[in-house]
């Protein structure tokens, strides 16, 4: 049973920095692309940023870019999100989900998913 779980949100002042952490268990993280999405009250689900199995390959929303960093620690089977420079449009429940592919996933390739942790930014 893969476990994926999400830590680290909160609420902040807009300008403040938040680090989100995605523990999983139960699979061989380093064989797995690990994405990050965001989801806002009244909105669909969109995509924030992905990091390849090695962590050599990062992808990002634009709207993010520059702010947000994508990283991973294998030997920790866990993934992070470090966000700075917060805006009140950043505000939305934050999920990391795993994909079985070594590379940039698309939407479809992830599989496993985490309930979420709560981002709020007030501005």
């Known amino acids: 049973q893969v476990q994926v779980v999400e830590s680290g949100g909160g609420l902040v002042q807009a300008g403040a920095s938040l680090r989100l952490s995605c523990a999983t268990s139960?699979?061989?993280?380093?064989?797995?692309?690990v994405g990050w999405f965001r989801q806002a009250s009244g909105t669909e689900r969109e995509f924030v940023a992905a990091i390849s199995a090695s962590g050599r390959g990062k992808d990002y929303q634009d709207s993010v870019k520059g702010r947000f960093t994508i990283s991973r620690d294998n030997a920790k089977n866990t993934a992070y999100l470090q966000m700075n420079s917060l805006k009140p449009e950043d505000t939305a429940v934050y999920y990391c989900a795993l994909a079985p592919t070594l590379g940039i996933p698309i939407l479809l390739e992830y599989d496993s998913w985490g309930q979420g942790t709560q981002v709020t930014v007030s501005s």
């Open positions: 139960g699979r061989d993280f380093s064989s797995y692309a």
